[in-house]
RNA sequence: CUGGGUAUGGCGCAGUUGGUAGCGCGCAGCGUUCGGGACGCUGAGGCCGUCGGUUCAAGUCCGAUUACCCAGACCA
């Protein structure tokens, strides 16, 4: 990319309303833009890093069977009103609108009700299951208070797996592997070494549920952990009942701010029976479908690889998630030469530096956006036939022959 | 929702006892610069959140309202 092509501009300062740092250093960045409390635009730079985070999950959940659709952001309230959630007592953070034509629509805070209806459809016999449908949709929850930048938002990217079994034997099977899966994209989120599977409160649903909390200073939840940390539990349900369903004592247990970053329930039949999907089985005989949901806030844990990698300079990011990998920046008209021709030849992975600016700033900038690779090019490297690559990272510089440049950069 | 705060060019801010708005950044032009956010000169850009009131006169005083921020409460 040519940043001289771009409408998006840089920032030096973001007004003193803004104090989550995620948020801060992506708007400055030309990450996001913010339109209004809790409601934020992506930007290129920022799209593309929703889009590798998007590539990760979609990546992980297709290996263990899942498919992946798109439901809709409108909704049907007849659904919701035969599980009793349509009523704003039950689930206060509707958005609702009216249509013309007379009667009401929501706007999607998640799908379970629409996606069980649904399935009605589609699934009819003992045959048909396990369905696991997921996808990745806008939610919209009328939050009382939107904040921590684009940790709590009003409307938000999220991916939501919803699992059909037949039993609860074949439900916990795959609950397993979503937790498996849930931790490698984790891990390859660059998150692995500090967020872990957490007991929280099953809400309606079920006596647990598990959520993943990424340990962090801005998380808005606090949970408890043992030393080893192979027992995580949120505070909602630090109680003597729950402590000695886990086995473990108070005393042992330290605790931390974390951010929450993915939540899995297993639902047995509260939305099916109400919503009647059933099927048949081998007897012919109609049996309730026993379901689970698995839940990742896509914006969220963009902000939260923000909150953890930034540092002084700006972002940071891991090379798997990074808009583009390289920074090219020229001094100098053979310097400005080879760079155009690098981003030519390669323009998904290099940004080009193009714009009529002194080095300093672009320095600057490249530090901002946090590409993992800076290289410069000019006539003092070229001297020697050389130019020179900085790590975001660790700020350490190397210099490379052009020729290995331009097979790196190809 | 409770408590506190803020609202003035694209962004960040100032504006005294009421007298018709200013600074920095950014933007446009010219020149000098060019490896860590350069400099000089010139210039464009604002119904001061909105509605109403007081006054000869309101960014400034009064009332209302909306939005935004922080703390709390809330949070599948």
């Known amino acids: 990319m040519k940043l001289s092509k771009t409408f998006v501009k840089t920032f030096r300062e973001v007004g003193k309303e803004e104090t989550a740092r995620n948020a801060e250093l992506l708007i400055r960045a030309g990450y996001i833009n913010k339109e209004m409390a809790g409601v934020y635009t992506y930007l290129p730079l920022g799209l593309k890093v929703i889009e590798n985070i998007k590539t990760i999950i979609r990546e992980e959940l297709n290996k263990i069977d899942c498919e992946e659709i798109q439901m809709t952001a409108l909704q049907n309230p007849e659904p919701w009103q035969k599980t009793g959630r349509w009523e704003s007592d039950k689930m206060d953070i509707w958005f609702k609108t009216d249509l013309s034509a007379g009667g009401q ?173 059933e099927v048949n089985n081998k007897e012919g005989k109609r049996e309730t479908v026993f379901m689970g949901c698995y839940g990742i806030g896509v914006s969220r844990v963009m902000g939260v690889i923000v909150e953890k990698y930034a540092d002084d300079k700006g972002l940071v990011w891991p090379e798997n998630l990074a808009p583009y990998k390289y920074y090219l920046i020229s001094i100098g008209e053979e310097g400005e030469k080879l760079a155009a021709e690098f981003e030519n030849g390669n323009k998904d992975n290099i940004i080009n530096d193009d714009r009529d600016m002194r080095p300093g700033q672009k320095f600057a900038d490249a530090e901002l956006m946090g590409i993992p690779y800076r290289v410069v090019i000019s006539d003092k490297t070229l001297s020697s036939g050389e130019a020179e690559i900085t790590d975001r990272k660790t700020g350490e510089s190397k210099m490379v022959k052009i020729e290995e440049l331009r097979k790196e950069l190809a």
């Open 105 to 277: 629509l929501g706007l999607a805070p998640t799908h379970e009700e629409p996606i069980t209806n649904m399935m009605k459809k589609y699934i009819n016999s003992y045959k048909d299951l396990p369905v696991y449908a997921y996808q990745f949709q806008t939610k919209f929850r009328n939050e009382l208070r939107a904040k921590s930048g684009i940790l709590r938002t009003r409307e938000f990217l999220m991916k939501d797996l919803y699992s059909f079994s037949p039993d609860e034997e074949s439900h916990n099977e795959f609950y397993e592997k979503a937790t498996d899966a849930y931790l490698r994209i984790y891990d390859r989120l660059g998150l692995g070494d500090c967020t872990y599977k957490c007991f929280a409160s099953g809400g309606v649903f079920s006596k647990y549920s598990h959520e993943f909390q990424t340990f962090l200073p801005v998380g808005e939840d606090t949970v408890y952990y043992n030393k080893d940390r192979s027992v995580v539990l949120n505070e909602e349900v630090l109680n003597d009942e729950v402590l000695a369903d886990l086995g473990v004592k108070r005393e042992e247990l330290e605790s931390t701010t974390a951010a929450e970053v993915g939540n899995i329930f297993t639902l047995r039949y509260k939305f099916s029976e109400p919503l009647g999907l």
